[in-house]
């Protein structure tokens, strides 16, 4: 982070057709091709979810692409971001894929 402009941390949750689609799979790619690490998971009501974490810039080019972009077969109709914070490490070695 020779930039400083420090770590966030933010969680996600992606609404529309979001499952069954490699939704997670394509998640977890972008997110290592952007040096983030966190986790993704389907929920029981049919949404995605998860966390990420790392330089800035570098999440915000993350929660576009989940707001807009996904997988190819996925159709969202909607990404909600919360508990938004700057923390001082990361808290995830890697992206991992959560069952």
Known sequence: MAD???????D??????????FF???????A????????????SHGTVQGQI???TARV?????????IGSPQSRISR?????EKKIEALEHKEFQILK
């Not at 997670?24 to 972008?30: F, M």
């Open 24 to 30: 997670r799979k394509y998640t977890q790619g972008e």
């Open 12 to 21: 996600y949750e992606v609404y529309g057709k979001v499952q069954g689609v």
């Open 60 to 68: 915000q080019e993350m929660q576009e692409w989940l707001r807009k």
């Open 79 to 83: 990404a909600e971001f919360s508990n």
């Open 53 to 55: 974490q790392g330089p």
């Open 4 to 10: 400083g402009e420090g770590l966030l941390s933010v």
């Open 32 to 43: 290592k091709r952007l040096g983030l690490v966190g986790w993704v998971r389907n929920t």
